[in-house]
């Protein structure tokens, strides 16, 4: 394989095949709840969108927009919503949620992973309440901002939290309920978006105000969730961290595990800068990429653009505004069926395949629609019903395919490839990257739409091939290693061993286990 490292046997790490564990009701319940935080997230990414092509809404605060709109009702025109303002309502949420991350990454390491969930939740519930009451557009950015700050812990401390409570053989499994509640919370924010565009001319008000539901649940929850025994013994906590990991695996034979818990918090505490630390020639793999490439590379997908404006978009293709809602509230539902298919098969197939496989199925829907954009849609032309169904299903096919691969992998991946000692420095990376691009995404997508017309999709195309081929060389296989090993992989890549042979840790050669 390019990409070199484990597959999936892991019997040459350290302590693995000494690990012992049963799926617990204890278990379960705490994977749940804290996979609630996705929710959140996903909520936003489904709602707002809708929001931004209610009729009630734009007449409140974008009339411009709206009579642009009424003027191209049934045609086709890149340039129906390019506006500025318009599109900050939307991005200036993951910018809130870039810098907040950094205040994240104290909470999360200094007080616990439960910790930043519940901060998260408070905010992001203030916000929801902000932009349901908005009576002009200071008021929405500023729900906005609040929201992306509860985004920003949320999604901080969430992937951590599953990432440390799961047994390495299911961890792609368990860490994935974060983008199946992602998922579920697109689903359900456009089919609300469906029902309220119905109610004049309050019902976008519900739309956003409905947001404090999931912020709710997920602070009830946080208050009754352990926190992580990595989290524990990181705070020098080391009998509740091993009655955790008792409680967690479903039996008293952690010895093992508990003992590199130990060792990875000794080396974690003798790191006074994480941040700086994570820049070190030792950590580069983790820095280029957990910190940097996968996060990147997650929203230059395009999928994120698909998903912030789908109502927009299909609007923009000439459906009306309930068709255009339903079609994106389709697209949402093939996203969850994606997360599932996921969370069912990759620890078995291994994360570089899905990357892989649907890498070359997403490069050629973005070629398929570019190609269809460029023949068949134009500004003041009718769109066939038959090249909409065409469009609605290549977007759709898309969307299976990036929902169970750069989805949840984006999340999964880089949780899983930093030490301890660099664990919250580098999830505060990995959040910052991905909201600073989803924010990037957020406000470009239309103007870029509006200029570059049917080149954007190539554009899109041109990206999937190089994180394709990013993937192919860099990345090694991370399925079923335990977390606080994975280090080890580094030692066995082709490129990355140069950077970490010197590390003081040590690796070993593929199917030699040390002594």
Same mark, same amino acid.
């Given at each position: 394989m390019?990409?070199?490292g484990?597959?999936?046997?892991t019997?040459g790490?350290?302590?693995?095949h000494?690990y012992?564990?049963?799926?617990?009701k204890?278990f379960?319940?705490?994977c749940v709840?804290?996979?609630?935080g996705?929710?959140?997230?996903?909520?936003d990414l489904?709602?707002?969108?809708g929001?931004?092509?209610?009729d009630?809404?734009?007449?409140d605060?974008f009339p411009k927009?709206?009579?642009r709109k009424?003027a191209?009702?049934?045609?086709?025109d890149?340039?129906?919503?390019d506006n500025?303002? %318009?599109?900050?309502?939307?991005s +200036? *949420?993951y910018?809130? !949620?870039l810098?907040?991350?950094f205040?994240?990454s104290h =909470?999360t390491r200094?007080?616990?992973?439960?910790m930043?969930?519940l901060?998260?939740?408070?905010?992001?519930?203030?916000?929801?309440i902000?932009?349901?009451?908005a009576?002009n557009?200071?008021m929405?950015?500023?729900?906005?901002?609040?929201?992306?700050?509860g985004?920003?812990?949320?999604?901080?401390a969430v992937?951590l939290?599953?990432?440390?409570?799961?047994?390495a053989?299911?961890?792609?499994?368990?860490n994935q309920l974060?983008?199946l509640t992602?998922?579920l919370?697109?689903?359900?924010?456009?089919?609300?978006?469906?029902?309220?565009?119905?109610?004049?001319?309050w019902?976008w008000?519900?739309?956003?105000g409905?947001a404090?539901?999931?912020a709710?649940?997920?602070?009830?929850g946080?208050?009754? %969730?352990?926190?992580t025994?990595? +989290? *524990?013994?990181e705070? !020098?906590?080391l009998?509740?961290?091993?009655?955790?990991? =008792?409680r967690v695996?479903?039996?008293?034979n952690?010895?093992?595990?508990?003992?590199d818990?130990v060792?990875a918090?000794?080396a974690?505490r003798?790191?006074?800068?994480?941040?700086?630390?994570?820049?070190q020639?030792k950590?580069r793999p983790?820095l280029v990429?957990?910190?940097l490439g996968?996060p990147a590379?997650?929203?230059l997908?395009?999928?994120?653009?698909?998903?912030f404006?789908?109502?927009v978009?299909?609007?923009?293709?000439?459906?009306?505004?309930g068709?255009?809602?339903y079609s994106?509230?389709i697209t949402?539902?093939a996203?969850?069926?994606?997360?599932?298919i996921s969370?069912?098969l990759v620890d078995k197939f291994?994360r570089r395949?899905?990357?892989?496989?649907a890498?070359?199925?997403m490069f050629?829907y973005m070629?398929?629609?570019a190609?269809?954009?460029?023949?068949?849609?134009?500004?003041g032309?009718?769109?066939?019903?038959?090249?909409g169904y065409?469009l609605?299903t290549?977007?759709?096919l898309?969307?299976?395919?990036?929902?169970?691969?750069?989805?949840?992998l984006?999340?999964?991946?880089?949780?899983?490839?930093?030490p301890?000692e660099?664990?919250s420095?580098g999830q505060?990376?990995?959040?910052?990257?991905?909201?600073l691009?989803?924010?990037l995404?957020a406000q470009?997508f239309?103007v870029?739409?509006?200029h570059?017309?049917?080149?954007i999709?190539?554009l899109?195309a041109?990206?999937i091939f190089?994180?394709?081929c990013?993937?192919y060389?860099?990345?090694?296989?991370?399925k079923q290693?335990?977390?606080?090993?994975?280090?080890?992989?580094?030692h066995?890549h082709?490129?990355?061993?140069?950077y970490?042979?010197?590390d003081?840790?040590g690796g070993?050669?593929?199917?030699?286990?040390?002594a």
């Open positions: 390019a990409g070199g484990f597959g999936g046997d019997g790490l350290k302590r693995a000494l012992e564990y049963k799926i617990t204890y379960v319940f705490s709840v804290a996979a609630m996705g929710s959140l997230f996903g909520y489904g709602v707002s969108g929001v931004t092509s209610m009630d809404f734009l007449k605060f927009i709206y009579r009424q191209h009702l049934h045609e086709t890149y340039c129906k919503y500025q303002l %318009l599109t900050l309502f939307t +200036s *949420l910018f809130a !949620g810098i907040s991350t205040g994240a =909470v200094k007080k616990g992973r439960r930043s969930i901060v998260g939740a408070v905010s992001f519930f203030l916000g929801a902000l932009n349901a009451a009576m557009v200071f929405l950015i500023v729900g906005r901002i609040l929201l992306g700050s985004i920003g812990f949320g999604n901080q992937p939290y599953l990432s440390e409570m799961a047994p053989k299911i961890r792609g499994a368990v974060f983008q992602t998922c919370g697109i689903l359900v924010a456009n089919l609300i978006n469906y029902a309220t565009d119905k109610i004049h001319p019902g008000r519900l739309s956003l409905l404090a539901v999931p709710t649940l997920m602070f009830i946080g208050l009754v %969730l352990p926190e025994p990595n +989290s *524990l013994v705070q !020098g906590k009998e509740e961290a091993k009655q955790v990991l =008792v695996r479903g039996t008293t952690v010895d093992a595990e508990f003992a818990l060792e918090s000794n974690a003798a790191i006074k800068h994480p941040f700086r630390n994570l820049l020639r950590n983790q990429l957990g910190a996968i590379f997650q929203q997908t395009g999928m994120n653009s698909i998903l404006y789908a109502p978009m299909f609007q923009t293709l000439g459906f009306g505004s068709a255009s809602l994106s509230a949402s539902g996203l969850v069926i994606a997360a599932i969370i069912l291994g395949a899905f990357f892989l496989e890498g070359i199925e050629c070629v398929a629609l190609i269809t954009l460029a023949l068949k849609f134009g500004e032309k009718e769109l066939s019903k038959s090249i065409f609605v290549i977007i759709c898309f969307v299976l395919a990036y929902g169970r691969s750069w989805g949840p984006g999340w999964l991946v880089p949780s899983e490839l930093f301890l660099t664990r420095a505060s990376m990995v959040v910052c990257v991905n909201l691009f989803t924010a995404i470009c239309l870029s739409l509006c570059l017309k049917w080149g999709f190539i899109f041109g990206l190089i994180m394709s990013f993937i060389f860099l990345l090694p296989e991370t290693v335990p977390i606080e090993e994975v280090y080890l992989l580094w066995n082709w490129l990355w061993k140069k970490v042979e010197n003081g840790r070993f050669d593929m199917g030699k286990p040390p």
